[in-house]
């Protein structure tokens, strides 16, 4: 296997007493798995296949629950300073028939 890229978060306790993990994988799932296991206290070491993200630049909507688990890894500030919030989901079908809506403020 070639891996594009690694990177090492070491912790500052001495190397036998502190737990150690691999993340496979720098998508939201392993680079949330990996700050969290750093603070609690893990030598965590992330491995990504991908040299570059596929992400293709364009929106992305964040949901409640979503924006509940960055506001526990404290990074809920820094998305809200560059994104904007929705209030309002409109749901259709491709035809334009109208198929549900979302008051978001309430979620
Ligand atoms: C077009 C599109 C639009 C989307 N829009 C939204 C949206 O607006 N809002 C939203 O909440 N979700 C959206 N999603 C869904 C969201 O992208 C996924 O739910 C999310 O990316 C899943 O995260 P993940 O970390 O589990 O997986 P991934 O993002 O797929 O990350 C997995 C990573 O692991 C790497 N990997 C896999 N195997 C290995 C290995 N063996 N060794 C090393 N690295 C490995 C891959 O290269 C990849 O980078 C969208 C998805 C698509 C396709």
């Given at each position: 296997m070639s891996l594009a890229a690694a990177?090492?978060?070491?912790?500052?306790?001495?190397?036998?007493?502190?737990?150690?993990?691999?993340?496979?994988?720098?998508?939201?799932?392993?680079?949330?798995?990996?700050?969290?296991?750093?603070?609690?206290?893990?030598?965590?070491d992330l491995v990504e296949r991908q040299a570059a993200s596929g992400?293709?630049?364009?929106?992305?909507?964040?949901?409640?629950?979503?924006?509940r688990a960055f506001a526990a890894l404290g990074a809920a500030e820094v998305l809200l300073s560059c994104g904007r919030v929705i209030?309002?989901?409109?749901?259709?079908?491709?035809d334009g028939t109208a198929a549900g809506a979302a008051d978001l403020a309430q979620v």
């Open positions: 990177v090492r978060l070491p912790h500052s306790q001495s190397m036998s007493s502190t737990p150690r993990a691999l993340v496979a994988g720098a998508g939201i799932a392993g680079l949330t798995a990996a700050k969290v296991l750093h603070e609690l206290g893990w030598e965590v992400a293709v630049p364009t929106g992305l909507f964040i949901p409640a629950n979503g924006m209030e309002r989901l409109r749901m259709q079908s491709s």
